[in-house]
């Protein structure tokens, strides 16, 4: 990871061989972002990283998880999971880069499709243990503009961190809190603006690259 990035991390969760990281660098537009690497110690300083994933996910699709995570709803569905031996994914997120964009940012795919990029939770193997898994790979745009993924079992990038309910809730409320003092700041800064002296002039918008905080279904959850 480059110090450019690194600035933005808010907190790192780290399994074998492998970690999570939610970064701030993604509020502006409502999504908490991810990157979920898996690394080799066998390599060269430098050159150990083996996966990357870029993951992005609506915000109040985040704060419903923290929702889940607070009320047990989270912990009841992996017990229920574990009891009826349920592999299926807890919660699901699909998304990535069409076509088009790529060429446009001059990173087409050697074969022409879309980047697809995808999570999941999965339920682990004891009753507070759960697997937070990234995948990449080709994929294809549908009609409403979601990215399907077309890798099968063998996306080109897959990094699977062993967590513990109480790691995961380390995640999702430490990137909750920061996200708030985020949004804070961001409402205090635009009521400061509002009442300066406009001499005349109308009190500033907001700014255009701030999506609108809609409610999202529960799975699969589109993002970009």
């Not at 991390?9 to 898996?38: M, Y």
């Not at 009841?76 to 997120?93: A, M, N, V």
């Not at 990234?134 to 079992?153: C, D, H, Q, R, Y």
């Amino acid at each position: 990871m480059n110090d450019g990035r690194n600035q933005y991390q808010i907190i790192r969760i780290d399994a074998r061989n492998c970690f999570v990281e939610s970064l701030s660098d993604a509020f502006s537009i409502g999504k908490a972002h991810l990157t979920f690497c898996s690394y080799d110690k066998r390599r060269p300083t430098g050159q150990r990283m083996t996966d990357s994933i870029q993951i992005y996910i609506d915000m109040p699709d985040w704060l419903e998880l923290c929702r889940m995570l607070d009320s047990g709803e989270l912990r009841w569905l992996l017990q229920q999971s574990l009891k009826s031996g349920d592999r299926s994914p807890i919660r699901e997120w699909l998304g990535g880069t069409s076509a088009k964009k790529l060429a446009r940012f001059g990173k087409p795919r050697a074969d022409g499709k879309s980047l697809s990029r995808t999570a999941q939770l999965l339920p682990g193997s004891k009753t507070d243990s759960l697997l937070f898994v990234a995948n990449s790979g080709p994929g294809e745009e549908n009609a409403t503009g979601l990215i399907v993924p077309k890798f099968g079992k063998n996306p080109e990038n897959h990094v699977v961190v062993s967590m513990t309910l109480s790691s995961l809730g380390q995640l999702l409320l430490t990137t909750k809190v920061h996200y708030t003092a985020w949004l804070s700041a961001w409402y205090a800064a635009r009521l400061n603006e509002s009442e300066a002296p406009s001499h005349g002039n109308p009190p500033p918008s907001p700014p255009s690259n701030v999506t609108p905080f809609t409610s999202t279904s529960h799975s699969p959850v589109a993002m970009f």
